[in-house]
C-alpha cells in the first residue's frame, strides 16, 4: 500500500509561482512512476506531468512553465509551477503507480493523494 501527501497549494496571483510537494510511504518509491492531475471544478481529471527513472511527460498546457522532479531520497515528487495562469486554477493531485513509462491515463494510476487547491487570480 502506498500513502500520498501531497503539500504546497495556495492562492496566488498571475504570474506567480508555487511549488507542490509529495510524499509517497513505502520503500519502493525510486522504482514507481510518479503523475500529477489537476481537476477543476465540473471538469475531468486532467493531465499535468508524469516522470520516471527513464524521463518526464508533460501536458501541452504546462510545457515550459511546469517542472516536475523527484527526490527518492526522500520519497518526495514536486510540481514547481512557474507563471501561473487563472485557468491553472484546480485541485492538483499526486499520484503513483509500479512499472514503466509516464502514463498520461489517470486509471493506470492506483495510489492519489488527497489533493491541494491552487488558486491563481488575475
Known amino acids: 500500500q502506498v500513502q500520498l501527501v501531497e503539500s504546497g497549494g495556495g492562492l496566488v496571483q498571475a504570474g506567480d509561482s508555487l511549488r507542490l510537494s509529495c510524499t509517497a510511504s513505502?520503500?519502493?518509491?525510486?522504482?514507481?512512476?510518479m503523475g500529477w492531475f489537476r481537476q477543476a471544478p465540473g471538469k475531468e481529471r486532467d493531465f499535468v506531468a508524469a516522470?520516471?527513472?527513464?524521463?518526464?511527460n508533460y501536458a501541452d498546457s504546462v510545457k515550459g512553465r511546469f517542472t516536475i522532479s523527484r527526490d527518492n531520497a526522500k520519497n518526495t515528487v514536486y510540481l514547481q509551477m512557474n507563471t501561473l495562469k487563472p485557468e491553472d486554477t484546480a485541485v492538483y493531485y499526486c499520484?503513483?503507480?509500479?512499472?514503466?513509462?509516464?502514463?498520461?491515463?489517470?486509471?493506470?494510476?492506483?495510489?492519489w493523494g488527497q489533493g491541494t487547491q491552487v488558486t491563481v487570480s488575475s
Open positions: 499520484a503513483a503507480a509500479a512499472g514503466p513509462g509516464a502514463s498520461t491515463v489517470p486509471a493506470t494510476y492506483p495510489y
Open positions: 513505502g520503500r519502493t518509491f525510486s522504482s514507481r512512476r
Open positions: 516522470i520516471n527513472w527513464s524521463g518526464t
